[in-house]
């Protein structure tokens, strides 16, 4: 379990659309940090607000003010709250960055930062009996948007012992 989880937009806002916020929180040893950044990533989709207005009540996920970019992180020229996650978790040598982009990911390995993205903390929720199975949570999500390529997807169901259909 975590100390801290510094979280994106994308895993909030795909977590939120399949009820996943409980896992999240649970998977973290403290309150998960959500930066004014990625607050404002998240108010300018098309359900942000209503995803705004339950960040706002639920009380184990804390708003924390944008900090100050270290150049190695603005470096790689990334979203203005991939950037905020990756600053935070900087300052705090303890915290795991909930990332699903790609590139943030990669830049998050090349300052040793820990990562996980939403198909994580969804395999994190099935490990710990928290769902009976990933597999229709997986299916929701990327019906919801989010790219998984299927060789990730076969890999992660075969970790939890789900297999895929035929």
Same mark, same amino acid.
């Given at each position: 379990?975590?100390?801290?989880?510094?979280?994106?937009?994308?895993?909030?806002?795909?977590?939120?659309?399949?009820?996943?916020?409980?896992?999240?929180?649970?998977?973290?040893?403290?309150?998960?940090?959500?930066?004014?950044?990625?607050?404002?990533?998240?108010?300018?989709?098309?359900?942000?607000?209503?995803?705004?207005?339950?960040?706002?009540?639920?009380?184990?996920?804390?708003?924390?003010?944008?900090?100050?970019?270290? %150049?190695?992180?603005?470096?790689?020229?990334?979203?203005?709250?991939?950037?905020?996650?990756?600053?935070?978790?900087?300052?705090?040598?303890?915290?795991?960055?909930?990332?699903?982009?790609?590139?943030?990911?990669?830049?998050?390995?090349?300052?040793?930062? %820990?990562?996980?993205?939403?198909?994580?903390?969804?395999?994190?929720?099935?490990?710990?009996?928290?769902? %009976?199975?990933?597999?229709?949570?997986?299916?929701?999500?990327?019906?919801?948007?989010?790219?998984?390529?299927?060789?990730?997807?076969?890999?992660?169901?075969?970790?939890?012992?789900?297999?895929?259909?035929?």
């Amino acid at each position: 379990m975590p100390d801290k989880l510094i979280v994106n937009a994308s895993p909030l806002i795909f977590l939120h659309r399949v009820n996943g916020w409980s896992w999240l929180c649970e998977f973290s040893a403290s309150a998960v940090l959500v930066s004014d950044a990625v607050m404002r990533e998240i108010r300018a989709g098309w359900d942000g607000p209503e995803i705004a207005d339950a960040v706002a009540r639920e009380s184990r996920l804390v708003s924390a003010d944008d900090v100050a970019i270290p %150049p190695l992180v603005a470096a790689w020229d990334l979203g203005a709250g991939e950037t905020q996650v990756l600053s935070h978790c900087l300052r705090c040598s303890t915290a795991v960055a909930v990332l699903d982009d790609a590139a943030a990911r990669r830049c998050a390995q090349s300052l040793d930062i %820990p990562v996980v993205g939403t198909l994580g903390i969804l395999l994190a929720a099935r490990r710990k009996g928290w769902i %009976p199975a990933a597999q229709p949570v997986i299916e929701q999500l990327i019906s919801e948007g989010l790219y998984l390529s299927p060789s990730l997807v076969a890999e992660a169901l075969a970790e939890i012992g789900e297999a895929l259909p035929h």
